[in-house]
């Protein structure tokens, strides 16, 4: 389970959703974690389907945008049931994205090194 919490204690699906109340589940101090998970203000989040969103359904790149963040879309216009704001930049940056892979230069910008002592710092066994 996810959720983000508020310096009052209080419980949202995300951390961007801290400040709206409307989904704020409950409170850390004082609602069983397991009914905040249930809660309505949850349910919102959690019901959301990329394909039931008119103009993402059938989008090629739905799964990799999430159409998008759900407070994104309910800041920016108002629902959760309508694509982000950025949809167009989405779009584009995975489209360039795969073009980098098609192209073998997924790497091309990677810093030099980037991953090393990547185990060091990472304990991979544990994955």
């Known amino acids: 389970?996810?959720?983000?919490?508020?310096?009052?204690?209080?419980?949202?699906?995300?951390?961007?959703?801290?400040?709206?109340?409307?989904?704020?589940?409950?409170?850390?101090?004082?609602?069983?974690?397991?009914?905040?998970?249930?809660?309505?203000?949850?349910?919102?989040?959690?019901?959301?389907?990329?394909?039931?969103?008119?103009?993402?359904?059938?989008?090629?790149?739905r799964h990799f945008?999430?159409?998008?963040?759900?407070?994104?879309a309910h800041e920016m216009n108002g629902s959760m049931q309508a694509p982000g704001a950025f949809c167009e930049l989405y779009e584009e940056q995975v489209r360039y994205a795969f073009r980098l892979i098609a192209d073998g230069r997924e790497t091309d910008f990677l810093l030099d090194d980037w991953d090393v002592d990547t185990e060091k710092t990472i304990d991979l066994g544990a994955c």
């Open 65 to 72: 945008c999430g159409s998008p963040c759900p407070a994104e």
């Open 1 to 61: 389970a996810f959720f983000a919490v508020a310096a009052d204690g209080g419980l949202f699906p995300c951390s961007e959703f801290i400040g709206l109340s409307e989904f704020r589940g409950g409170n850390l101090f004082a609602d069983p974690i397991d009914e905040v998970l249930r809660s309505e203000a949850f349910r919102k989040v959690t019901a959301r389907k990329v394909e039931d969103i008119a103009g993402c359904a059938t989008c090629a790149i």
